[in-house]
């Protein structure tokens, strides 16, 4: 059996006395995509957050790659290569979409980046990490625009290569393609299948279309917990997950 990548713990989460996450339980296989799915408030995001450092877990562990990460700062992690998930909003607005991967490929090499002697080499090198993604998330032809002038669907794309930038052996994407248009979502699904070849992707996704396409194992999350886990295929006939979705969003894209 292949090392998991990614592993918790009984982890919990608690928000001054209620329970966002309880004893979850998630194994991430290298090399896969994986998603989380489950009505809006099961926990998916709060899930996202305490991987990243975001958050504190008020119980349980984080291993990735066979390390216990739980305590170490959001900072470490990335440099370990779990991605951060930009938002949108965290882009530099001002500035080129270059730019932004330019110095999301940095945050790889922080040390380097403070010693301004090898600026110049570290320079070069987060230049081609930013040019090599501007091709993978097609944005080379709008490179050299500012980000606040990239259309919605172009911005989406551009936060996710700024996770890519920071060169990750795990990339968290939460609902990568929310408010978006019918062609911007064809464009992000392709470019979610391409990472999958690469990297390992956790994926929050509403869009059942994408993720029963695109997911070797899909996690269903409820109220804290998770409710059961298996491939795209076990899920859309699992009766629980039926239930979980009840009265909730079951069409495949929100509101
Ligand atoms: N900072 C916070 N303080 C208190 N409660 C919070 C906080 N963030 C989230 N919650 C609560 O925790 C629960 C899980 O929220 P979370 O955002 O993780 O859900 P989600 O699965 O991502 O939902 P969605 O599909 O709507 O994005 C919800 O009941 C939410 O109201
Ligand atoms: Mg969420």
């Known amino acids: 059996m292949t090392l998991a990548l990614l592993a918790t713990k009984k982890l919990g989460v608690n928000y001054g006395g209620f329970n966002a996450l309880s004893d979850v339980e998630l194994t991430v296989a290298p090399n896969t995509i994986h998603s989380v799915v489950g009505p809006n408030g099961a926990g998916k995001t709060t899930l996202f957050q305490a991987l990243t450092g975001r958050i504190k877990p008020s119980s349980g562990q984080i291993m990735f790659n066979g390390d216990d990460i739980t305590s170490l700062t959001g900072d470490r992690r990335v440099r370990l290569g779990l991605a951060r998930s930009f938002q949108v909003t965290s882009l530099f607005h001002s500035l080129s ?35 090599d993604t501007l091709a993978k998330v097609d944005l080379a032809d709008v490179a050299a625009r500012p980000a606040e002038e990239l259309s919605h669907g172009e911005q989406r794309r551009l936060e996710v290569g700024m996770a890519i930038a920071s060169c990750p052996r795990l990339i968290l994407l939460d609902e990568p393609t929310s408010g978006m248009g019918i062609d911007d979502i064809g464009a992000m699904k392709k470019l979610i299948a391409d990472l999958g070849r690469d990297h390992t992707v956790l994926l929050i996704e509403h869009n059942m279309e994408i993720v029963m396409n695109l997911s070797d194992r899909v996690t269903v999350m409820q109220s804290g917990r998770i409710l059961v886990e298996g491939t795209p295929s076990e899920i859309r006939d699992n009766e629980d997950v039926r239930r979980a979705y009840l009265g909730s969003m079951i069409t495949g894209g929100r509101a």
Do not use: H, V
């Open 97 to 131: 979409a270059r730019e932004n991967l330019r110095l999301a490929a940095q945050g790889r090499f922080p040390w380097r980046a403070l010693k301004i002697w090898q600026g110049a080499e570290s320079n070069e090198q987060a230049l081609a990490i930013a040019d």
